[in-house]
Structures are given as C-alpha cells and as structure tokens.
C-alpha cells in the first residue's frame, strides 16, 4: 500500500458544486492540501470537473476551487482534487490544514460542528 502523500484532517461543512449540468450541494468530510472527500445525494461520476465553493464555518469567504476533478466515487461518496486555486486561497487551505495538524485547537481550525467539538 502506497502512503498518502498529504495527511487528511476530519471536517464537516457544506460545499457547492458546479459542473457541466450539475449544480448541487454536498458536506466536506475530510480535508487536505490536495482534495477533499464529499458527501452527496448528487451522484458524480470518476473524471468529471467541476468549480468548488467551499464554505468552511470559521472563515468570512468561501474558498474558491475554480477547477476540481472527482478521482473516485462509491455510492454517496466521492473524493475530489483540487487543481486550481488562487494564491490566497491555497494559502488559507494550507494554513487550516496545518494548523489543525499541529493540534492548535482554535475557531480558526476547527471544522466540526460545535456539538461534536471536543471540549
């Protein structure tokens, strides 16, 4: 088995697709600096492209991914690469992810829902 080559952390916040004859909604359940996995009652299929919105909870934006691919898809599941992303968004990708993995536990970070947040 080949190791990941960018860890993942947990997440769960709404994202908007859009594609060729697709515009839908899903939940971002794990994150890293390459891609996501998505949870969606829309069924994508493997090789489709498609622009991100994602709304992540702790940030005033919404991260703009202008260009996704779907890697692979099984039922409601899917796991997506982001190709293309503005400079400032990859670096609000990296800090999130990073920070998460460092541990420092902040509003910054965090991406589960108050609920199900540790505390």
């Not at 952390?9 to 994202?15: G, N, T, V």
């Not at 060729?20 to 994508?44: F, H, K, R, Y």
Request: net charge positive; with cysteine; charged share 20%.
């Amino acid at each position: 088995m080949v190791p990941r080559y960018s860890p993942r952390i947990r997440a769960h916040f709404p994202l908007i697709f859009l594609g060729d004859g697709i515009a839908a909604q899903g939940t971002v359940i794990n994150l890293s600096l390459p891609g996501c996995t998505v949870a969606s009652w829309e069924p994508l299929q493997k090789g489709t492209y498609l622009a991100l919105q994602l709304k992540m909870p702790d940030l005033d934006t919404p991260m703009i991914v202008p260009l996704a691919a779907v890697r692979w898809a099984t039922g409601r599941l899917c796991g997506l690469e982001f190709i293309r992303m503005a400079p400032a968004d990859q670096r609000r990708l990296a800090t999130v992810v990073l920070d998460s993995l460092n541990q420092r536990p902040s509003a910054e970070t965090s991406f589960l829902p108050e609920a199900t947040r540790g505390t």
